[in-house]
């Protein structure tokens, strides 16, 4: 055998051996992933390995500014079949979550069963939207409110409509969530038929404001750190890129005795939408928990009837209903 051949022959096994390596790395990464493990930062084992995406699954796979991600989706039955549906981002995942893959699918699990019974009741698809970082997609959750988790669910949200041929969809969401479906439409995004973002954030400075305000610390002061705001997409001032869109409905829904998010961020909101021309209601609902913060299901009940076409009058009226 030839020193030539020899050399060729070692160079052909090498990258057998790196092949199945990357193949191990990219299981490992799966599986890393898929637990939940990488939830709300630590290392990311799968940003850039689109052949661990698992695309035609419940994945798809998004480039933003030159980096890729791969994002999961959870959707209801029928999304294959429907010709609308509604999009759903669930809110900023608590740390008490973190390393703790039971809790997180229990969550996951608890949401999916909310899902399926609200399609069945309206007789439209529901899918949720992991965020970056979040129930299987990856990203960081620690870097939330920053351009790239809004530009990645933009994308995602174009490649599913796309992947199922999505005529109309509503988007909808909760807290974190209803700022990322406020983000989409001053993104731009195109033929929504309705958003019911509620619980939603809009403002971060006038956020972080408010609770120092209530904490007795002086406003400022908590942000002198720079990297406080480094990079956060601020969604109420840029309310004046929503594309004007006929027919869209958009319901801003708050509690006003929320303690996580102030009612007068929701307020603000609808008002600067509707002086802008757009068809934009304030709807107070009553939030659960101690904080009166959740309207998660509100919001669902809310934009399933809006995408099937029930009147103002009734969309308004499930946010009475427990």
């Not at 092949?19 to 990219?26: I, T």
């Not at 991600?69 to 549906?85: E, H, I, M, Q, S």
């Not at 995942?93 to 703790?100: M, Q, T, V």
Request: with cysteine; glycine share 12%.
């Amino acid at each position: 055998m030839t020193q030539s051949l020899v050399r060729r022959c070692v160079s052909v096994v090498v990258a057998l051996v790196l092949g199945v390596l990357d193949l191990v790395s990219a299981a490992a990464a799966v599986r890393f992933k898929r637990s939940g493990e990488a939830t709300l930062g630590g290392a990311d084992a799968l940003a850039g390995v689109q052949s661990a995406c698992e695309a035609g699954r419940n994945h798809v796979w998004v480039e933003v500014v030159g980096r890729g991600d791969c994002v999961a989706f959870y959707p209801t039955p029928g999304l294959n079949r429907g010709k609308a549906a509604v999009f759903y981002f669930e809110g900023d995942i608590p740390p008490s979550y973190r390393h703790n893959r039971k809790r997180l699918q229990g969550h996951l699990a608890s949401l999916q069963g909310r899902l399926d019974r609200l399609a069945a009741t309206y007789q439209v698809p529901y899918v949720m939207v992991a965020r970056p970082g979040t129930f299987g997609s990856t990203g960081n959750h620690s870097a939330r409110r920053k351009d790239r988790e809004f530009l990645v669910m933009r994308a995602a949200v174009d490649a599913i409509r796309q992947k199922f041929e999505l005529k109309r969809i509503a988007l909808a969401g909760q807290s974190g969530g209803a700022t990322i479906a406020g983000a989409l439409l001053v993104l731009g995004m195109s033929d929504v038929a309705c958003a019911v973002p509620a619980s939603g954030g809009y403002d971060l400075k006038a956020m972080l404001d408010w609770h120092a305000d209530r904490q007795g610390i002086v406003v400022g002061v908590h942000r002198e750190h720079p990297a406080t705001l480094a990079g956060d997409f601020n969604v109420m001032d840029r309310v004046q890129a929503v594309r004007q869109e006929p027919g869209r409905r958009i319901f801003v829904v708050g509690d006003p005795g929320d303690q996580v998010t102030p009612f007068v961020q929701q307020q603000r909101f609808a008002e600067r939408l509707r002086a802008d021309g757009h068809h934009a209601q304030l709807v107070r609902a009553q939030g659960s928990g101690p904080q009166r913060h959740g309207l998660a299901g509100t919001a669902l009940k809310m934009a399933g009837l809006c995408v099937t076409g029930a009147d103002d009058a009734e969309v308004r009226r499930a946010a009475k209903s427990r």
